[in-house]
């Protein structure tokens, strides 16, 4: 069962750098999330997508962008990353029926 | 706006209860979640409880909510090191299930340490 992949699971950038997170999810959700997690903050949403072809803003969107590509896939891309990115960005999909949301295994990022 | 507060560290021994505690601010939220999360690991969903409800039971693990106070708890029975890690408190909001909308708000989380 693979649920929900997401790659790379770490990177190193350097300021200005572009890159895009990859996130896959085999569940047939039509749900799915992009958060990242920093000490003593918890996890905060950057954008979501409520259904293939629609994304939304979430709690700190800025620096990101996000393209639902399918039902299966949603990817994150930093344009132009800075230090204040540095963070463990968790992909996840959601089950509508029990509300249970299913995480990937995180990235690990780092921009120097 | 939502608010989801819990302290950030519980410290128990091994074989006492542990109990976590949980704040939350959007009284019309459907679900409350508890997630765990394991060194190095994404969130894996522990349990959840409808806003209907005051208290749910799973083996080891006892959620009770008190909608008045606007708090939930986690309680785990027997604490064993295999605990170790960080607890999340989650709400949907007025989404409902959570999944279909905006997805959840979580709290911090709690690191749960484990006296030998």
């Known amino acids: 069962n693979a649920g929900v992949t997401q790659t790379p699971k770490f990177q190193v950038l350097k300021t200005g750098q572009s890159m895009t997170l990859q996130c896959a999810q085999d569940?047939?959700?039509?749900?799915m999330y992009w958060y990242r997690q920093d000490p003593g903050m918890g996890l905060r949403l950057i954008y979501y997508s409520a259904s293939e072809g629609t994304t939304d803003k979430g709690e700190v969107p800025n620096g990101y962008n996000v393209s639902r590509l399918n039902k299966r896939e949603f990817s994150l891309r930093l344009e132009s990353a800075a230090p204040s990115q540095t963070s463990v960005y968790f992909c996840a999909s959601g089950d509508t029926n029990t509300g249970e949301l299913f995480f990937g295994e995180g990235s690990r990022l780092t921009v120097l | 706006g939502e608010d989801v507060e819990q302290s950030l560290f519980l410290s128990v021994r091994e074989g006492d209860s542990s109990v976590i505690n949980c704040t939350y601010t959007d009284s019309s939220s459907t679900y409350l979640y508890w997630y765990k999360q394991e060194p190095g690991a994404g969130l894996q969903l522990l349990t959840y409880i409808f806003s209907n409800m005051d208290m749910k039971q799973d083996q080891r693990l006892t959620v009770l909510l008190n909608k008045k106070d606007k708090h939930l708890s986690l309680r785990i029975a027997d604490t064993q090191t295999g605990d170790s890690a960080i607890y999340f408190c989650?709400?949907?909001?007025?989404?409902?299930?959570?999944?279909?909308?905006?997805?959840?708000?979580f709290g911090k989380g709690t690191h749960l340490i484990i006296q030998p």
């Open positions: 569940m047939n959700h039509n749900s």
């Open positions: 989650a709400e949907s909001g007025v989404s409902g299930a959570g999944g279909g909308a905006d997805g959840l708000t």
